[in-house]
Nanobody, 128 residues
Framework: QVQLVESGGGLVQAGGSLRLSCAVS????????MGWFRQASEKEREFVAG????????YYADSVKGRFTISRDNALMTVYLQMNSLKPEDTAVYYC?????????????????????WGQGTQVTVSS
């Protein structure tokens, strides 16, 4: 069983920063492709950022490119989302997800349906 626990959400003013963390249980974390998604009120869940299991490849939604950075620490079994220059439209519940299927070292998974496990989510609220 794989468990994901997000933390680091909160209330921040526009232009501020937050760093989300996602602690993952599972012996083979280093082989999981990981992703961050978000869901704003009355909207569908959307892809934010993804990272390959090697950490060598990343991909970002256009809306966050240049502001958000995804990274992973395989020794700590944690994936991070550094969020800078936050905007009110970034307000959402943020979820991390793990894909356990065999992937190439450079594959970044963007489709929510491809992920096998999800965290419970952490609220990020950006005030104007």
């Amino acid at each position: 069983q794989v468990q994901l626990v997000e933390s680091g959400g909160g209330l921040v003013q526009a232009g501020g920063s937050l760093r989300l963390s996602c602690a993952v249980s599972g012996r083979t974390f280093r082989s999981y492709a990981m992703g961050w998604f978000r869901q704003a009120s009355e909207k569908e869940r959307e892809f934010v950022a993804g990272i390959s299991w090697s950490g060598g490849s990343t991909y970002y939604a256009d809306s966050v490119k240049g502001r958000f950075t995804i990274s992973r620490d395989n020794a700590l079994m944690t994936v991070y989302l550094q969020m800078n220059s936050l905007k009110p439209e970034d307000t959402a519940v943020y979820y991390c997800a793990a894909d356990l299927k065999p992937r190439t070292p450079t594959t970044v998974v963007r489709a929510a349906v491809a992920y096998d496990y999800w965290g419970q989510g952490t609220q990020v609220t950006v005030s104007s």
